[in-house]
């Protein structure tokens, strides 16, 4: 396996700055995600350490070996692709085996090239290698396709043509796994299944992982770490725990899950943090930034939302608002409250039997200093 590090990476295409400085250090066996909206760069980043394209400088290390002028057949890198890129001509372990075979073309012994190469020309000329058969039906029965090896990939659903790119991948052994969006033509409950699918199988192999998505909720479920990208220039790498909890910038704290984002000054400083007017408003915050206009961001389920006559003793920042809108979601509430000349997003649980506010309700929010973080 091997780790990868990407240093100062610049992609240019002739006038159009790509990638601005790129630098990734991905440990060894980690499952690291690049996250961020569709022209951000986070596929041109995968496709340099691929070597489907060429930077214009910096350096990509897979391993302890400098990459940039080594083809992409040659590092070691297994790749699962949006489409699957599956042949539709070939059944699920013919799919898996062509890499293996290609692979005893212009590697094995001379009488092993010319079967092979004679198998890749027609089925007819024999069977795969011993070898290749053991390594194909391994592949496939960690993944759960090990019963329809015959079948052909046409015939089988989106999940499963995920498995067969994903065997593929892994029955050459990669020291890198690289996945580009391959989730996206799933449909929701099918891209929960297979998130697990590859979470553990990733676990149980060990290998290093580098995962291109723009939804937040596979890359925070799947990661051990993630880097956000924006405009070709990685915002914040951290921890799903850290890049939700603690957001250094106003467009991370938005794209990863929802945000109530003011701008506010601060007004006040305390032992306990400080006070922070925002609009008409003043909200105490247990942070202590060095500078006095500030971002103020909390998070909807930061917010409990009760009627005028239920506040508790001893709630802080209590707000008077007016109920706009109310969302169902399931296990949740969305209400939109406004105070003031703000709105906020409020998310709640949602008991069953349970009376729900509704439009024109007047309500009280109260926000824990602690759940003000100030950006």
Known sequence: MGSVKVNQLIKKYKDVTALKSVNLDIKEGEFFALLGPSGCGKTTTMRCVAGFESPTSG?????????????ANKRNCGMVFQSYALFPHYNVFENVAYSLTVREVYSGSPGRRVKSLARLMS?????????????VNAALDYVEMGHLADRGVNELSGGQQQRVALARALVMEPAVLLMDEPLSNLDKKLRNTMRTTIRKIQQDVGITTLFVTHDQEEAMSMADRIAVMKDGEIVQQATPTELYGHPKTSFVADFVGSSNIYQGDVVDKHADGVTVKVGGQTIKSSYKPDKKEVQALIRPEGIELYKSDQVPAGAQNILDGTVEMF?????????????????????????????LLTEGDKVKLTIEPERVLLI
């Open 59 to 71: 350096e990509i290390t897979i391993g302890d070996r400098v990459v940039n002028n080594v083809p």
């Open 123 to 135: 089925k007819r000329f024999g069977a795969p290698s011993k070898e290749i058969q053991t390594k």
């Open 327 to 355: 969302t169902y979601l399931g296990p949740n509430i969305r209400y939109d409250v406004k105070v003031g000349e703000f709105e906020f997003m409020v998310e709640q649980p949602y008991y069953q039997g349970v009376p």
